[in-house]
Nanobody, 128 residues
């Protein structure tokens, strides 16, 4: 059974930083894309960042470019997201996602339908 388990969420002041982790088990994602999405109350789930299999390319939503960094450690089957200069509007439940496909390109990797596996989410709260 494939599982994605997020950790690292919490409460932080605006301007602060958090590092989210997503540990995968049940299959390896080393050659497959993984992504982060978020959902705030009353809003649709939105794309945040994605990384291709092997980590050759990364993609970001415009709202987080320059502040968030997605990386992966395939030896640990884990993907990370470093979030800096956090803003109140970044507050949401953050979800890790993994794909069994080999899509590349920001168009595909920003779409929730690309991903087959999802974590349970981790809450990020940013106080102003």
């Amino acid at each position: 059974q494939v599982q994605l388990v997020e950790s690292g969420g919490g409460l932080v002041q605006a301007g602060g930083s958090l590092r989210l982790s997503c540990a995968a088990s049940g299959r390896t994602f080393s050659t497959n894309p993984m992504g982060w999405f978020r959902q705030a109350p009353g809003k649709d789930r939105e794309f945040v960042a994605a990384i291709r299999g092997g980590g050759a390319s990364t993609y970001y939503a415009d709202s987080v470019k320059g502040r968030f960094t997605i990386t992966r450690d395939d030896a640990k089957n884990t993907v990370y997201m470093e979030m800096n200069m956090l803003k109140p509007e970044d507050a949401a439940v953050y979800y890790c996602a993994g794909s069994s496909r080999y899509y590349t390109g920001g168009y595909y990797l920003s779409r929730p339908s690309t991903y087959d596996y999802w974590g349970q989410g981790t809450q990020v709260t940013v106080s102003s």
